[in-house]
């Protein structure tokens, strides 16, 4: 096991057992009862032979097997407590994991989630968690049961005859070399099975998602190509563990046939010289037997303890990122005004690799309360990179982004997200119904509300025409335009102070936009609105416009007034007007 990622799941997974230590207790009782009911059963036999068979004596028979019910009856009891409460406390524990990675990618910021593929990450919630399932639950029984019943069997070997029993551990080292051998191995191979199974599994999920989008191109054979390479690498990593099993599992069963022959062949000698009883014989061999059980099931374990580890190690991978927009050490609630939204000096550049180039250079903005302002210019010219910004996804590297005059990073993330809402190109829409999506916000409004509000946008034809209405199910089969209205009615039951819209009307025919448009025109009434536009209707009717270039602002003022000065906005205006963008 890799020290260093063992010790960082011993360190949150660690507080996860220790929470549940009067379950773990009682099953290590248990196993405890479950290992002495089983180490006394080869000396039963011992005495059923000494004391009954070679002395003919049925009574002592008649007690040594009144005894072995007793003991069978309480193994059994003591394994069916052992697995419902440490089941129950392995299964427990994963919840935990699941929920605490899922609250903590929630909590995580938009670089994470941008950088990361989206299957890598499911994978971490599903796969890499199911993984520990060994760690939470057969490592808690069989590597107690197995070294408990290594020890007891040990030393009741030395007990019964000290001199056969240094006779039988001349395989002792051999033996441990191996075992060492097989640990640190594994360790290593289960973490690369991993790691290839999260990268498949990704990959996978990628190119389901992307379906469409291949056969259209005609990429289906690449596809394919791609996935059959990411399963490859799983395949040829998962060999490795493979090899080293079939290595070492019949070694180990080697170890133990060679020490049964040798306990065989000098405890016959001594038999039959009369220095040791025939009982105690088989006893012994018994008792060998429960020797290797453990060796064998402690070895078994270490291949799913592994897998289970580098499952763990993953996750507490994640579970260590920290968000790159921290939550203030003293938050203050965001202000109660309409919302002045100001960028000064602002400079920006994404995490990356290498010497990434800067996104914003030196941005100054003022959006005055209540106004409208619409950042147009050439893809990748920085206006997400401004709306990204002011909604706090990320923080400035420098200058700073204020609402009121109070610097974003001072207020609460909380109240933050309630007084800035973000609206992007493309809406997401959750599996259940329409009204579950509409109430997202406000899960508090009411069905009434939730009718004026697509009504309110002009989206209440289309609700009128799903079967079910607001009860309808909402999703990925409904056409862009009539997610984006939908998702103008969610913000419409829960209107903020300021709107951050992302080209929201870029989807939407004639008509739809022009009910989006009105319904926009009462919804930001007396509220700040920053919008990226590239549709003429939604740029004329802004108080302000900025033209973004190169991260920077490069003109800035009334559309009305820039479309006299003959600069940047006058020339985009007049591309416009000639290619026939006029919606």
């Not at 190119?207 to 040829?236: C, I, K, N, S």
């Not at 039959?272 to 009982?279: F, Q, R, S, T, V």
């Not at 374990?301 to 790159?324: C, E, I, K, N, W």
């Amino acid at each position: 096991m890799n020290g260093s990622s063992d010790g960082g799941v011993r360190g949150w997974l660690g507080p996860l057992l220790v929470a549940r230590w009067r379950a773990l207790a009682l099953g290590g009782a248990a196993v405890l009862v479950r290992t002495a009911a089983g180490l006394s059963l080869p000396y039963l036999v011992k005495l059923g032979i000494d004391d009954g068979v070679v002395r003919a004596d049925r009574d002592a028979l008649t007690w040594v097997f009144v005894a072995c019910v007793v003991v069978v009856a309480v193994q059994w009891a003591a394994a069916r407590a052992e697995v419902l409460v440490l089941a129950k406390a392995a299964q427990s524990v994963l919840h935990t994991v699941r929920s605490r990675l899922f609250a903590h990618l929630q909590r995580l910021s938009l670089d994470f989630h941008e950088r990361e593929r989206v299957g890598g990450v499911v994978a971490r919630i599903t796969g890499d968690v199911a993984a520990m399932q060994p760690l939470a639950a057969e490592a808690l029984v069989g590597l107690v049961t197995g070294a408990v019943t290594a020890v007891g069997v040990t030393v009741v070997l030395f007990v019964l005859d000290w001199r056969l029993a240094l006779a039988v551990m001349l395989v002792a080292p051999p033996l441990a070399v191996l075992v060492t051998w097989f640990r640190r191995g594994s360790a290593v191979a289960w973490r690369r099975v991993r790691e290839s199974s999260g990268s498949a599994a990704a990959e996978a999920r990628e190119l389901v998602a992307a379906v469409p989008v291949l056969q259209a191109f005609r990429r289906e054979e690449a596809a394919a190509g791609r996935l059959a390479t990411a399963y490859g690498r799983e395949r040829d990593a998962s060999r490795r563990p493979v090899v080293q099993a079939a290595l070492f599992f019949p070694a180990v069963e080697f170890g133990g046939a060679a020490a049964t022959a040798v306990a065989l062949a000098v405890g016959g000698h001594q038999v039959i010289g009369g220095a040791l009883e025939i009982g105690t014989l088989a006893a012994f061999l018994l008792y060998l037997r429960l020797l290797f059980d453990p060796v064998f099931q402690l070895s078994e374990l270490f291949d799913s303890v592994q897998a289970g580890t580098a499952g763990a190690a993953r996750v507490g991978q994640v579970l260590a990122r920290r968000p790159a927009v921290a939550e203030p050490a003293d938050p203050v609630p965001p202000p109660r005004a309409a919302g002045e939204l100001r960028m000064r000096d602002v400079r920006f550049t994404y995490p990356g690799d290498g010497d990434p180039p800067e996104a914003l250079r030196g941005v100054d903005l003022c959006v005055p309360a209540g106004s409208t302002l619409a950042l147009v210019g050439a893809t990748g010219a920085g206006k997400s990179t401004i709306a990204k910004l002011l909604t706090r996804a990320y923080d400035p590297a420098h200058g700073t982004v204020t609402l009121d005059g109070l610097d974003l990073r001072a207020v609460g993330l909380a109240g933050l997200r309630r007084a800035i809402a973000y609206v992007p190109q493309e809406p997401f829409m959750f599996g259940g119904t329409i009204l579950e999506n509409l109430l997202l916000g406000r899960p508090g409004a009411d069905r009434d509300e939730a009718a004026d509000a697509v009504a309110a946008v002009g989206a209440d034809a289309l609700v009128r025409r799903l079967d079910g209405g607001l009860d309808a199910p909402a999703g990925d089969h409904l056409a862009a335009g009539e997610r984006q209205l939908l998702a103008f009615a969610r913000l419409w039951i829960r209107p903020p102070g300021v709107l951050v819209l992302d080209e929201a009307t870029g989807h939407l025919d004639e008509e739809s936009e022009r009910r989006a448009q009105e319904a926009l025109r009462r919804l930001r009434r007396g509220r700040t609105v920053v919008v990226i536009a590239h549709r003429l209707t939604t740029v004329l009717e802004a108080d302000q416009v900025a033209v973004i270039s190169n991260g920077r602002v490069v003109e800035s003022g009334p559309p009305a007034t820039l479309l006299t000065h003959g600069g940047p906005f006058a020339t985009l205006y007049a591309q416009w007007r000639k290619s026939g963008t006029s919606t």
